[in-house]
Every structure is written in C-alpha cells, then in structure tokens.
C-alpha cells in the first residue's frame, strides 16, 4: 500500500495528463460529443422516475422531497461506479502498448481511469447541484460530504478493478460477467427503492442490502443532500472501509502476482 501511494505521489503529474487525455479521446470522432455522456443516464433516471413514482406511485422516505430529488442522490455514485469499474477492467487490455513497456509501471493504468471516471462523475454532480437549485431545493454544509463518499466509491470501485483489470488479461469473459453484476446490483442497492420497505414483510432482506458495501455511499449521498436519516452510520462507516481495505488488499496482491506475465499474454 506504501509501495502504491509513494507512486502515484511520483508519477502523479503524468496520471492527471493521462486522465485528461483518456477522458478526451472518449468523444473522439462524435458528433455530439461530450453531451453523449449525459444523455443515457438522463434517460436511465427519467424511465426510473415514471415507473416508480408515476406507474408504482412511490413515496420517498424523506418528506417534502419529490421522488425524482430523492432518486438523483442515490444514483449519481451508481455512475461513477460503474464507470469506474467497467474501464478500470479493460485497462490492461486497452493500453496494452504501454503494459508492454519494461518501465511503465502497470498498476497505474487502473489509476489513470479512476481519475478519468471522476472527471465525468464531477460534472455529474454540477448537474445534480443545478438540479437542485432549479428545483429549490434547501443546501447546506453538509453537501461537501459528497467529496468523501465520492472518494470512497473511488476506492471501492479502485478495489474491484485491481482484480477485474488482471483477470482479464487472461480470462477476456471477465468483461462480460462485469457487466452482468452491474446490471444485477443495481438492484441490490437501494437506489430506486428504499429498504424500509421490507422491514415488516421480510427483514432479512434488510439486513442483506445493509451488508452491501455500497448501501452506505448510497445513504451517504443523501444524508449529504437531502439530509436523508443515516442510522447506525458509525458502524456502516467501519464495516465499509474493513471489507474496501480487505478487497483492496486481495485485489492488488492478485494483480502483482499476475503482472510479471501480462506482457507475454497480451
């Protein structure tokens, strides 16, 4: 772990060049460009909004708020996670020139799209905050604690990737069950649906989503902006970074036992 931030702190000039390149070269060759990276998760969140509260008629837990405030908070870090987690696994596979190279150290390629992931989850979040201003909606000082839940979606996701990322060199499936546990935790997380909802008809279930490591940057998020009720945040707060720091440790212990043979596998 040393090892790691004493190279980042090194090369950190380099990562922000790389980042903004890699965020760049996205919308190459794109007639609309940057706007394409908006228009999908508009879309996503305006499909959820009418089937929830137009067609399933869902009242958010917090009052005052309409479904659509309470929806954004919750699905904003979704994107960042998921864009962070799907290009942090192809990393290998899409720099494969630089891999190659005897001196590049390859455990910054995961790295590099993480930051470019931020870049776009920053601009996210200024759309969210409009959103919010449009809407009128009460700000406060507490909504500089996105900056900490985004850094610990960052990190969970940066945990996850070190393993997709050298799997795949060798199992080039990985992307696609990446993809298929994306589309299945969604559902996992309660983003469109709150769990107090299972509370008196199965509580197990409950207790099972509190167990997912996103359940508590999820709450976050809207303890942050919409002052959402963050109980036993504590415990979640210890419970999260123990099993990050456990999945970061596995995670970047499989890729450097793996890197010595990336160059001859790509």
Request: hydrophobic letters at 55%; aromatic letters at 18%.
């Amino acid at each position: 772990m040393i090892e790691l931030i004493s190279t980042i702190y090194k090369e950190r000039k380099m990562l922000i060049i790389l980042a903004k390149d890699d965020f760049k070269k996205r919308f190459v060759g794109s007639y609309f460009g940057v706007l394409w990276m908006f228009i999908q998760p508009t879309v996503t969140v305006l499909i959820y909004t009418f089937i929830f509260q137009i067609g399933f008629r869902a009242t958010p837990p917090v009052s005052n708020v309409p479904y659509v405030i309470w929806l954004i908070p919750g699905i904003v870090p979704w994107f960042f996670f998921q864009e962070a987690l799907v290009h942090e696994t192809s990393s290998l596979l899409e720099y494969n020139f630089l891999v190659k190279k005897v001196v590049f150290k390859v455990e910054l390629l995961p790295i590099i799209k993480l930051l470019s992931a931020i870049l776009v989850h920053t601009c996210f979040v200024i759309i969210m905050l409009l959103v919010f201003l449009i809407t009128k909606q009460h700000f406060s000082t507490n909504m500089l604690m996105i900056i900490y839940y985004s850094f610990c979606c960052g990190m969970f996701s940066l945990a996850l990737g070190y393993f997709t990322s050298s799997i795949i060199v060798f199992f080039r499936d990985m992307m696609q069950i990446v993809g298929i546990c994306i589309q299945f935790g969604i559902w996992l997380c309660p983003i469109m649906y709150d769990e107090s909802m299972f509370i008196d008809k199965v509580p197990i279930v409950v207790l099972l989503i509190k167990l997912n490591p996103f359940y508590y940057i999820v709450k976050g998020y809207r303890k942050a902006m919409i002052g959402d009720i963050f109980n036993n945040e504590l415990v979640l707060t210890i419970y999260f970074w123990f099993i990050t720091i456990i999945l970061f440790i596995l995670g970047y212990k499989t890729f450097k036992k793996l890197r010595p043979h990336f160059a001859d596998v790509i």
